[in-house]
């Protein structure tokens, strides 16, 4: 079994900036995926950025590319949303997630373990 602990949200202007964080405990590797994903109120969970296992390689969704940056610490087992040039659109409540396999992927069924999430909001 995989924990997730997310924190960093918060609330902050149109351009601010936020660091979301995302500990993981239990049976995790550093080999594995790890990813954040967003959900508004009345829309579907949307990918953000994916990280690979070894952290060479990284994915980021079109809507936040140039903005948003993710990185993650496997001495640690946890990975950041670094999110710059907040938007109000960005408002959400976002979830790091984890996979088995250590390929980036980008669909919520292909992550395993899910955190609580925790609540960014950007005011216009």
């Known amino acids: 079994q995989v924990q997730l602990i997310e924190s960093g949200g918060g609330l902050v202007q149109t351009g601010g900036s936020l660091r979301l964080s995302c500990a993981a405990s239990?049976?995790?590797?550093?080999?594995?995926?790890m990813a954040w994903f967003r959900q508004a109120p009345g829309k579907e969970r949307e990918f953000v950025a994916a990280?690979?296992?070894?952290?060479?390689?990284?994915s980021t969704a079109d809507s936040v590319k140039d903005r948003f940056t993710i990185s993650r610490n496997n001495a640690k087992n946890s990975v950041a949303l670094q999110m710059n040039s907040l938007k109000p659109e960005d408002t959400a409540v976002y979830y790091c997630?984890?996979?088995?396999?250590?390929?980036?992927?980008?669909?919520?069924?292909?992550?395993?373990?899910w955190g609580q999430g925790t609540q960014v909001t950007v005011s216009s």
């Open positions: 239990g049976r995790i590797f550093g080999s594995q995926a």
């Open positions: 990280i690979n296992g070894n952290g060479g390689s990284t």
């Open positions: 997630a984890v996979r088995f396999g250590g390929e980036i992927r980008s669909l919520t069924h292909e992550y395993a373990y």
